[in-house]
């Protein structure tokens, strides 16, 4: 029974790295099955034990905990059921950590993940310039939905994208495979999708990889020349792709236009805008143990006048707010220190700068959107971690 369960985990786990950048719903019910497999599999002592010793587990059980006490604070908690329904997805994190995935496993997952997204990537190009129909005119259960790229929504999907992006340079530059060309072919189709179409997250974390990368192998005066030739193919290629299409130039000139004009212009603000002075305010009212778990939506939706509706799901599009804002300034610290010893574990292994990417990655996007508690991208971060923690370079 434990072979054939073991056995199964490797097929599920690899087979997540194809439907995260596909399906949500296929996903959900990978990471079902995966724990199931979990309980089957039992060794439930050994397992306690490694959740005990790494600290980043334990900073989850006690952001799970805290969300749990706030509920004896505050006087709104009507969006509780749905944060607490997100906090169960981060029982994914040790599911994952102490299942038992071979070396073949996690490279076979690494090869699924990357050759998805650039499917997705190349079927989103597609899409974009009018060459095929969006995808649900030919399969019925993908949404009919202009927000969808390829297969999922774009916001998601290019956040993906610029994930699969870090972790093909890491392959590339460490010589982790005999396949460059091939990446470098998905780093191409990665980058056009990801600057034609909406979204501006996975732009951010694209280009703060890529000047990582210019600045941290270029860094010596003799390579100056080939940093600056570097920096000016990188801008080169956006300066244009901003005069060539307007998905990019819009969103572009819109962003500068908030910023220029402290906000937007007229007497409704930029919705983000809003949202980041009215949550400082309201933090700045209970600082030390916020206002309690569910609070946030009904808050805003109650006391703040800004032209926009909020409604009780309504998060700040800012994790570190949005976690102060109920949790106080302790709830902070321990989201904080998840992912602090997450990057520690990451370094101390081989090649552990790159690996400390994409915690660092996923912090910078959660400056932008509550990504810790969006499904797919919850899921995704939890698989890829468990990819570059488990990986032994050979």
């Known amino acids: 029974m434990n072979k054939l369960t073991t056995q199964l985990q490797q097929y599920l786990f690899i087979s997540l790295g194809v439907f995260i950048p596909t399906s949500i719903a296929i996903s959900n019910l990978i990471i079902g099955l995966l724990s199931l497999c979990w309980i089957l599999e039992g060794n439930f002592k050994a397992k306690f034990e490694l959740i005990k010793a790494s600290q980043w587990m334990i ?40 299942i038992k995935i071979d070396q073949k496993t996690i490279k076979y997952g690494a090869t699924a993940f990357l050759i998805t997204t650039f499917i997705s990537a190349s079927v989103a190009i597609l899409i974009n310039n009018n060459l095929i129909s969006p995808l649900a005119e030919y399969i019925s259960f993908i949404k009919d939905d202009w927000e969808v790229s390829a297969f999922i929504k774009y916001n998601y999907h290019n956040v993906l994208l610029a994930l699969a992006f870090t972790l093909c340079m890491y392959l590339i530059i460490e010589n982790k495979t005999k396949y460059k060309n091939i990446l470098i072919l998905f ?66 000139d819109v962003v500068s236009n908030i910023i220029k004009s402290n906000g937007g212009e007229g007497d409704v603000k930029d919705i983000r805008y809003v949202f980041i002075r009215e949550s400082l305010n309201k933090i700045f009212e209970k600082p030390f143990l916020g206002h309690g778990t569910g609070s946030f939506g009904t808050i805003f939706k109650n006391d703040i006048d800004s032209g926009h509706y909020f409604d ?21 610290f321990v989201l904080l220190m998840i992912f602090y010893h997450q990057i520690r574990e990451l370094f101390k292994k081989q090649d552990g700068i790159h690996r400390t990417l994409l915690p660092l990655s996923f912090m910078c996007l959660m400056l932008v959107d509550s990504y810790f508690f969006i499904f797919i991208l919850t899921i995704a971060y939890i698989y890829l971690y468990t990819i570059y923690s488990r990986y032994e370079s050979e």
């Open 187 to 252: 780093i191409l189709v990665y980058a056009l999708s990801i600057f034609t179409e909406r979204g501006r997250a996975g732009q951010v974390i694209f280009n703060l990889s890529a000047i990582f990368y210019i600045f941290y192998y270029n860094y010596s005066r003799k390579y100056i020349l080939r940093s600056l030739a570097f920096f000016i193919f990188l801008f080169s290629f956006q300066f244009v792709v901003y005069k060539t299409t307007t998905v990019y130039k819009s969103r572009f």
């Open 59 to 98: 900073s989850i059980f006690a952001l799970i905990f805290l969300y749990g006490l706030g509920m004896l604070w505050g006087d709104n908690h009507l969006n509780a059921e749905w944060q607490f329904q997100r906090l169960a997805l981060l029982l994914a994190f040790p599911i994952l950590a102490t």
């Open 312 to 332: 009780k799901h309504t998060t700040p599009h800012n994790q570190y707010l949005y976690v102060w804002f109920e949790l106080g300034i302790l709830g902070l």
